[in-house]
């Protein structure tokens, strides 16, 4: 697609600036803020000339903005990104990392912006395909208990027994004696909603969540889908939110997505709109995520369906199979119940208990364990083949005849329901025989949460620059990157490098300072406990009897942020009963009633403290009286039991680098900015930040993660007396 070049205004950048004084002007009490306006002028001159579309040698840009808190960042990028796009005629995408950040875009900052623009536009949200039912698979399953239902229900049972132990537990009193009978209960329900219009058959706009298994099995996912040759195309709530999103100037995805749908044509091509990562900090996590690949060693009762359900598809169809996928699928069984005997003899050589994580050192797997997943590989690659020629083969019907087509997208559907473990057995096994440098990050896991054994084989790229540069920003032209924490220690380089930005020539950083007088708001206390915190069972008691103290002493609203949960629940238990009156503990009840009951509490004059770990370091928005001061019990070093960053660093050793002081110390240095971000939340909050790792002053490299946080008066607490710095 050629981008449009015809008829755009003189000074695109003039046009984007102009558009964020009309948010600006229009903003109920609005306060200068010289660093969004900076934001806004770098986004305006970085992006007005990309070269959108098909065209030679395009020029691209991608500018990276750490906004701290309170700029206002939002106004800033949306007003200029889209005021652009609209001149161009394009699109923007704007991705996030969470659930938050979409609901205050779609249900705040874009209609504001709608309201004062000029030009109108169209904003929608997009979500993950398996979000949506499917209505093929909800009609075939309502009301029926049959064969044809049991097959579907069966199709993950190895996975939902283990995961999901819950779910066939009765709700609100009722009592199933059978699961079947549950779920037909269930779908019986949404499939009368469905008809009644009460619902849009989006699982987010259900008043009750159904259990992951149950929602499986109805989900609109792209193995089991048809699409336009579905006979319920036309009605498909996932299809109908894509024409929406057709029709839309501004897209609201999250990384996740983005990073899914790359290639897939589920969102705009990435050279032809305009995108914004806000929370940008999450974007080398992501995709790690996107790029790993796992394969289960134990469920294995759906290498019994597999050639039973092409069989009778193929009969069906009148296709002859080329492979004998019976004995391939008996062939994948043993290779993969070999690799799990391999596996349990490993990690009991190597642990007494069940719970065990075994990586393989610089992801060298013995030859003797990589026999059986050359095997795995071979016999998964003929099966998947089978598996898609068969595919094509309906979908081709169901096109040249629609009298066919419902057939043709049952059948359909029932393959599709396996391969997801078809393509993770592939997916995985590739990767274990990969041999590339740098090596994948390749581990065992045992597992007994569920109550049964079970063994898992994972495996990991572990340099998550090298997957962003190669899969997405190769294909970018024009993009803003921000969040309140990019840099680390005071600079840029640890983010540029895990994001795959670092020496690109389209790249540009600005950092744009908090409105607020973090030195007249705020202070930073580092309370010194005599036990070094790598005494961690020593420091935990002495940390805690520090804490418990303060805690008496808070008056409003207070939060806690532990490293682990060990060290939560070390605090719980040497609560008295005026503090466990006091305390709201995370994962006690659903965040939105902790922060409910926290809110309300204050706001009736009572002292609050919220005891929460890493989750609750970032996004937590607590103003005022919410948060006078947050405790800090431990930097928040990751766990060093992590296989991917375990695998880094001894590939970085190994290059004679110093993987503590390259990846670890920013890390955490990026890690204390979101956590130390709590505090001040706006021009007239007063807060303090009590950190009782005395590391943070004692050690050069806390040191260096002091120099990324916010000016702090910084002083130190030594046996209750405290000196300023």
């Known amino acids: 697609m050629t981008a449009q070049t015809t008829d755009l205004p003189a000074d695109l950048a003039a046009v984007a600036l102009a558009a964020f004084d009309q948010v600006v002007v229009a903003t109920p009490g609005f306060r200068v803020r010289t660093g969004q306006h900076e934001m806004a002028q770098r986004i305006a001159s970085s992006l007005h000339d990309v070269t959108l579309g098909d065209q030679p040698e395009p020029h691209s840009a991608v500018t990276v903005i750490q906004a701290g808190t309170g700029v206002g960042k939002s106004a800033a990028y949306l007003s200029t990104t889209v005021a652009l796009a609209l001149a161009r005629k394009t699109r923007v995408v704007v991705s996030t990392a969470t659930v938050a950040l979409q609901e205050q875009l779609m249900t705040k900052d874009l209609p504001v912006l709608a309201a004062v623009l000029d030009t109108p536009f169209v904003f929608a949200l997009a979500k993950g395909r398996g979000r949506y039912v499917c209505k093929l698979k909800l009609e075939r399953l309502v009301g029926t208990g049959g064969a044809e239902a049991t097959e579907l229900f069966d199709a993950d049972d190895d996975a939902a027994a283990a995961a999901q132990p819950a779910a066939a537990q009765p709700?609100?009193?009722?009592?199933?004696?059978?699961?079947?009978?549950?779920?037909?209960?269930?779908?019986?329900?949404?499939?009368?909603?469905?008809?009644?219009?009460?619902?849009?058959?989006?699982?987010?706009?259900?008043?009750?969540?159904?259990?992951?298994?149950?929602?499986?099995?109805?989900?609109?996912?792209?193995?089991?889908?048809?699409?336009?040759?579905?006979?319920?195309?036309?009605?498909?709530?996932y299809y109908q939110a894509r024409m929406q999103l057709a029709q839309a100037q501004v897209i609201v995805a999250n990384h996740d997505l983005v990073l899914a749908s790359l290639?897939?044509?589920?969102?705009?091509?990435?050279?032809?709109?305009?995108?914004?990562?806000?929370?940008?900090?999450?974007?080398?996590?992501?995709?790690?995520?996107?790029?790993?690949?796992?394969?289960?060693?134990?469920?294995?009762?759906?290498?019994?369906?597999l050639p039973k359900i092409l069989i009778d598809v193929a009969d069906k169809m009148g296709f002859v199979l080329v492979q004998d996928v019976t004995t391939l699928a008996q062939q994948l069984k043993t290779a993969l119940l070999e690799a799990n005997r391999m596996a349990m003899d490993l990690l009991r050589g190597v642990s007494a208990g069940y719970d065990v994580v075994h990586r393989f050192k610089d992801g060298v797997v013995p030859e003797a364990l990589l026999e059986p997943f050359k095997l795995i590989h071979d016999h998964a690659v003929a099966l998947s083949d089978a598996l898609e020629a068969l595919g094509a083969e309906l979908k081709s019907r169901a096109k040249e005849d629609p009298a066919q087509a419902t057939h043709c997208s049952v059948q359909y559907a029932r393959l599709g329901q396996m391969a997801p473990k078809l393509n993770s057995a592939v997916a995985t096994s590739a990767q274990w025989l990969n041999s590339d440098e740098p090596p994948l990050a390749k581990w065992f896991k045992s597992d007994t949460s569920s109550g049964l054994v079970f063994l898992s084989?994972?495996?990991?790229?572990?340099?998550?620059?090298?997957?962003?540069?190669?899969?997405?920003?190769?294909?970018?032209?024009?993009?803003v990157v921000t969040s309140a924490s990019l840099t680390s220690c005071g600079s840029f380089d640890y983010f540029l490098g895990e994001t795959g930005l670092a020496g690109l020539p389209q790249v540009s950083t600005l950092a744009v300072d908090s409105p607020f007088d973090y030195r007249t708001q705020g202070q930073l206390i580092v309370a010194d406990t005599a036990a070094d915190p790598k005494q961690v069972d020593l420091y935990t008691t002495q940390m805690v009897a520090a804490l418990l103290a303060d805690l008496r002493a808070v008056q409003h609203g207070a939060l806690v942020l532990f490293t682990s949960r060990v060290q939560m629940q070390a605090a719980v238990g040497a609560l008295d009963a005026n503090l466990q009156d006091t305390v709201l503990v995370q994962g006690q009840m659903a965040r939105g009633r902790l922060l409910g009951i926290h809110q309300a509490r204050v706001e009736s004059g009572f002292a609050s403290v919220i005891f929460g770990l890493q989750s609750f370091g970032e996004g937590l928005d607590l103003p005022g009286l919410l948060c006078e001061t947050v405790f800090i019990a431990k930097l928040p070093f990751s766990p060093p039991s992590d296989p991917v960053e375990e695998a880094r660093a001894e590939w970085l050793k190994r290059d004679g680098r110093d993987p503590f002081s390259e990846l670890v110390v920013p890390?955490?240095?990026?890690?204390?900015?979101?956590?130390?971000?709590?505090?001040?939340?706006?021009?007239?909050?007063?807060?303090?930040?009590?950190?009782?790792?005395?590391?943070?002053?004692?050690?050069?490299?806390?040191?260096?993660?002091?120099q990324g946080l916010p000016p702090y008066a910084v002083s130190r607490r030594v046996l209750g007396a405290l000196s300023a710095l």
């Open 667 to 706: 890390a955490t240095g990026i890690k204390l900015l979101q956590w130390t971000g709590r505090a001040i939340r706006s021009e007239t909050d007063q807060a303090r930040v009590i950190c009782y790792d005395k590391r943070l002053l004692s050690t050069s490299y806390g040191r260096r993660m002091l």
């Open 171 to 237: 709700r609100r009193g009722v009592v199933w004696q059978d699961p079947i009978e549950r779920r037909v209960a269930l779908y019986d329900s949404l499939a009368a909603a469905l008809a009644a219009g009460r619902w849009d058959g989006d699982r987010d706009s259900l008043a009750e969540q159904p259990e992951p298994s149950d929602w499986s099995t109805v989900a609109a996912e792209r193995h089991t889908c048809t699409a336009r040759h579905c006979p319920r195309f036309s009605s498909c709530s």
């Open 263 to 305: 290639g897939m044509k589920a969102l705009p091509d990435l050279d032809n709109c305009l995108l914004v990562f806000d929370e940008g900090h999450h974007l080398p996590a992501v995709a790690l995520d996107q790029f790993s690949s796992a394969m289960d060693l134990s469920g294995l009762r759906w290498l019994d369906k």
């Open 457 to 479: 084989a994972h495996a990991c790229p572990i340099v998550p620059g090298d997957l962003l540069r190669r899969h997405l920003w190769q294909h970018v032209r024009g993009a």
